[in-house]
């Protein structure tokens, strides 16, 4: 939540606020993501979720579509391999986070495409 807050004021703060709310929401991302790969399966709606702001925050904010598309898909490969092992309880949001990593790899592999040409 603390990356989320920060990628929020990224958008409203300029000059220095703006600097500081980067990196304190890309260390909290980092940290985040740290803390998932360590104590959350893969297919856990919140390491979802956290993949899923964090290539966000990648690919508007550090801006590199390149990066937020291997975080993205690597999150969205490894739940795919581990989705036998899902909670029947979190089936349905894992899967909606899933399909929401798909539909950003998808616009941002074309947006990536298009600037090859």
Do not use: H
Not at 93 to 98: A, D, Q, R
């Amino acid at each position: 939540m603390k990356g989320d807050y920060n990628r929020y004021l990224c958008e409203y703060v300029s000059g220095t606020e703006y600097e500081e709310s980067y990196e304190r929401a890309l260390e909290a991302y980092l940290q985040a993501k740290k803390e998932a790969e360590e104590n959350l399966p893969p297919t856990n709606p919140v390491r979802l979720g956290l993949y899923l702001n964090l290539s966000v925050f990648i690919y508007e904010f550090v801006r590199d579509p390149e990066k937020a598309c291997e975080v993205a898909k690597n999150a969205f490969d490894r739940a795919v391999e581990n989705i036998d092992s899902v909670n029947e309880d979190t089936y349905k949001e894992s899967t909606l986070i899933m399909q929401l990593l798909r539909d950003n790899l998808t616009l941002w592999s074309q947006d990536l495409e298009q600037k090859e040409d």
